[in-house]
C-alpha cells in the first residue's frame, strides 16, 4: 500500500491525550463559571458566506482568512466568534430576549505567519451582553469580574484585570486639541507596554504630527501609575471641560467602584490609562489581563465596550460589551511555563479491571456495578502477559487496578492495588468501590493551573 | 453605513438558544457515558493538508470535500473523525498506550446536496478501540453496549441495536461460488431495507451477474428474520465447508452472547444477516441501529470491526472497532418527530434578581452567595418597567424570580415568586436558596430526549 507521511498542520494544536484532559478541563470550568452568570451556550458554524463574515471588510482580517469556492458560494472560515455572534443577534433578533447573554467557545481561524506560540487554528472563549437600544454600566463591571472568578476557578492567581475607558482618552485628546487624531494616537499609546514611552514619544511627534508638549501631556498623564499616582486621582484635574471625558470619568469611576462590589479584590484589578486597544469598534470600557509573573505574554483576556454590535447587518441598535479569552494561546504558555497542575487525574479510567479468569463475565458484571457508582471502569480484555497489563496502568496513571481471579469470586470479593502507595486490599466489591470512590475525590477535584513556586 | 444581509449557509444548523441547550446536554451525556467505560477525549484539528486526510483516495468523498489553499499549501476539512483518529495514531505513535480508547465528538464536513434534514456541517459522535496488532473480539461485543447506555441515558426507549459479521456473509458467498464477487454482492444487499427483496434480486441477478439460484438461496438466508428463524439457528447448516464463514459465525455468536453479559436486554439487539455497510473498510462486526417507531429514518448509529486503522500511514497493523453518532442528523429527527423533553430546563439562569433599590450592591452581593451554592444567577440591571422585567424571566423560562426592595433588605430577607406556580414566598436568603435549589433539582435532572406516548 502506497503510504503518505502523518502530519498535522503548523499552527494547528494537537494535543496527547493527557493535555487534552487539561485543556477540557479547563474549557469546562470556563462553561460552568459563565453558566453560573446566566449566560446561555452558543454554538455557530464555522464557515459563512464570504460575503457576510466580511460584511465589515478591513485590510489585516481579511488577509489572514482562510477562504474557499465550494460550489458557486464564496465561503470563509470565522476569524473570531464576535462577527458571527452580530449576525446570529441580527439574524435572529426577533427570537432572542434582550439584554441577551450568550458564550461561546470555539475554534477560529487566522492564517498568521507560523511561528511559536501562534496558532491558526485556535478556540476562543467569549462572554458577551448585548442589549436592545441601551445596556447599563453595571455589565461593564460584571464582565470583568466573572473573568475574575474564570481564572480563580482554573487556579490562576497571580493576575491583574486592566480596565480604561476610551471615551477618558478621546476627551482627553480634544482637551489638548489633537481631537482628530484620536484613532492613530489610541492605537500608538496603546504600544507603550511593548515599546516603552520613549518611542511612544517618538512615534506620536514624528508619525503621527502630535506636538511635543501634547505628546508628552499624553504620556505624562496615562502612566500617572509611575509616579504612584492613583489614574482616577490624576484625572480629576481635566473635569469640568470636555463633555465626552466627564462622561468617561464617570463611567470609569463607577466600574470601578462596581467591580468591588462584584468582589474583585484591589489586587487583582487596576486602572491603567495606557489600555486602549488597537479596534475602533469599542467605544467606552475597555479591559486587557496581564499574567503578574509574565507581562511579556501580553493581555491574555481583553474586551471592551461597543455601542453598535450588528450595524453592518441590521438598523437595530445593538450595544454591547464583551471578553475574549483566547484559550489555545493561553494553554499553549501556561503549558510552556510549567502552570499546568501535573496532580489532576488524566488517566482515562478511576479503575482497570484485570480478569484472571477465561470468562469474563464476572468482570464485565463487576464493571457495570462500579459505572453506576459514578467510576470510570475499563474492563480490560486483552491477551497479554500480567506484567503487560499491570504495566499499561501504569503508563496511563489509571489509579487503581482491580484482580478478579478464581478465588475472589469464589469469595465474593475483589482485590485492588492503589496504584500510588502499592498498598493491595482484599474486601467486598461495595467497600472496595467506596474506597476508591473517596480516593479519587481529591484527584478529581484538582484545578487545572497551578502556579509554580518561586 | 452599506448593510449586508445576515444568513447562515444552507446545510448548516443553528440552533436558538433553548434548543442548543438540549443539544448540549445530549453532547454531554455522551462524554459522560464514554468516559465511564475508560474512553479518552480527543480534540483533532478540522483542517489537515489534503494529502494526509485524501490519502485513500476514493470517489464520492472527494467530490465533497471542502477544499482550499492557503499560502502554498492545499487544505481540505475533515469529512469523518475516523481519517483523523488513523493519522493521530499513526503520528504519535510511541506515545499511546494500547488497547487505545478514545471518543471524539466534533463537528466534520461534507458538500453534499442540500436537501431537508441533510447537513453539509454536522458532528460526529464517535467512539474507537484501537488494538496494536491483535484486538480482543470481546471490545466488538462492549461497543454496541455502550451505545446501549448512551441512548438509554438521553431518554431513547425505542430502538434496537443490529448486528452481522461481514466474515460470515463473504464465507456464504464463498460457499455459494461467489466469493470473487463479495464486495459488490455485500453492497447490494445493505440497500434491502430500503428498496426491498424484489429489487436486490433483479440487481443481483441482472446488475452483478449472480445465478438466480444463489442469489434466492443469499436472500432467504439472510431474512431468515422473517420466516421467524433465528439468524444464528439459520446459519448453523452451513458451518463446517467455509473456513472464513466458520470464523464469522463464531465471533457473531460471541459477541451476540456477551452483549447480553453486558447487560444489553434481548429487545434491543437482534443477529440481523441484511446489515452488511457499504464501505469496504469493515471486516468483521458490522452495527446499525435503527429507531423502532421510525424506521424510515435508517441507521442513526453504525460501526463496526477493521482490520487495519491507517494502512495509509503505517505499516503497524493497527485492528480497530468502532461507532459513529451522526449527532446533529439525530438531533434534527429528535426535533422533527416530537421527541425532544420540553420539560428540561433550557433557561439560561435558574434565578433572576430584580433589584428594586437603585443601589445594586446587595442583589450582587446575594447572587454572589447564591452562585456559590451552585445556583445560575442574573441580576437584572437594566432600567425597565417592573412588567417588563418579569416578563423577560418568563420569556426566558427562568423558573424562579426574587424581588429585592428596601423593606426585604432592611429586615434581611428575600421575597421570591415561582415562576411555575406562581406561589410568592419571603424568607432569609439561606432558606430560600435551599429552596430554589430543591425546585431546580427535577428540572435539571431530565433526559434531553423523551419518547411521545403513542
Not at 506636538?211 to 490624576?234: F, G, N, Q, S, Y
Amino acid at each position: 500500500m502506497e503510504q503518505v507521511s502523518p502530519r498535522t498542520l503548523s499552527g494547528f494544536m494537537e494535543l496527547l491525550p493527557e493535555r487534552q484532559v487539561l485543556f477540557d478541563r479547563m474549557a469546562e470550568k470556563l462553561r460552568e463559571s459563565f453558566s453560573l452568570y446566566g449566560f446561555t451556550p452558543l454554538d455557530t458554524p464555522l464557515i459563512e458566506a464570504s460575503e457576510v463574515l466580511l460584511a465589515k471588510g478591513g485590510g489585516e482580517t481579511e488577509k489572514q482568512i482562510y477562504r474557499l469556492t465550494k460550489g458557486d458560494s464564496d465561503l470563509s472560515l470565522r476569524f473570531d466568534l464576535t462577527v458571527p455572534l452580530a449576525k446570529y443577534v441580527a439574524l435572529h433578533f426577533s427570537q432572542l430576549s434582550f439584554p441577551f447573554r450568550r458564550y461561546q467557545i470555539g475554534k477560529v481561524y487566522r492564517g498568521e505567519r507560523a511561528q511559536r506560540g501562534r496558532f491558526r487554528e485556535f478556540y476562543q472563549a467569549d462572554i458577551d451582553i448585548i442589549g436592545d437600544g441601551a445596556l447599563n454600566i453595571i455589565n461593564e463591571a460584571e464582565i470583568p469580574s466573572i473573568i475574575y472568578r474564570c481564572f480563580n476557578t482554573l487556579g490562576l492567581e497571580k493576575f491583574v484585570i486592566r480596565i480604561n475607558n476610551r471615551k477618558v482618552l478621546t476627551g482627553l485628546f480634544q482637551l489638548l486639541g489633537i481631537g482628530d487624531k484620536a484613532g492613530d494616537v489610541m492605537r500608538t499609546i496603546d504600544k507603550i507596554d511593548k515599546i516603552g514611552k520613549d518611542k511612544v514619544f517618538e512615534l506620536l511627534t514624528d508619525e503621527t504630527g502630535i506636538p511635543e508638549a501634547a505628546a508628552r501631556h499624553i504620556i505624562d498623564t496615562i502612566t500617572c501609575h509611575d509616579e504612584r499616582i492613583a489614574p482616577l486621582d490624576k484625572l480629576r484635574e481635566f473635569q469640568g471641560q470636555n463633555e465626552l471625558f466627564d462622561l468617561g470619568f464617570q463611567e470609569l469611576s463607577t466600574v470601578a467602584q462596581y467591580m468591588t462590589a462584584f468582589g474583585v479584590p484591589e489586587t487583582h484589578f487596576k486602572v491603567d490609562l495606557t489600555i486602549a486597544r488597537g479596534l475602533d469598534y469599542y467605544t467606552g470600557t475597555v479591559y486587557e489581563t496581564t499574567m503578574t509573573d509574565h507581562p511579556e505574554i501580553g493581555s491574555i483576556c481583553s474586551g471592551g465596550r461597543y455601542d453598535n454590535l450588528a450595524g453592518y447587518y441590521t438598523d437595530k441598535k445593538l450595544p454591547g460589551v464583551g471578553i475574549s479569552i483566547g484559550l489555545t494561546r493561553l494553554f499553549f504558555v501556561l503549558e510552556d511555563q510549567g502552570y499546568l497542575n501535573d496532580a489532576v487525574l488524566t488517566a482515562p479510567a478511576d479503575v482497570l479491571i484485570l480478569p484472571m479468569t477465561e470468562d469474563l463475565g464476572q468482570a464485565i458484571r463487576l464493571a457495570t456495578v462500579m459505572r453506576q457508582e459514578g467510576l470510570r471502569v475499563q474492563v480490560f480484555s486483552e491477551d497479554k502477559k500480567f506484567k503487560a497489563k499491570v504495566a499499561y496502568a501504569d503508563k496511563l496513571n489509571i489509579p487503581f487496578v482491580i484482580f478478579l481471579g478464581e478465588d475472589e469470586i469464589s469469595k465474593g470479593q475483589v482485590s485492588v492495588k492503589n496504584m500510588t502507595t502499592g498498598e493491595q486490599t482484599t474486601a467486598s466489591a461495595a467497600m472496595i468501590t467506596a474506597a476508591i470512590k473517596a480516593g479519587i475525590a481529591n484527584l478529581r477535584a484538582g484545578m487545572p493551573i497551578k502556579e509554580p513556586k518561586k
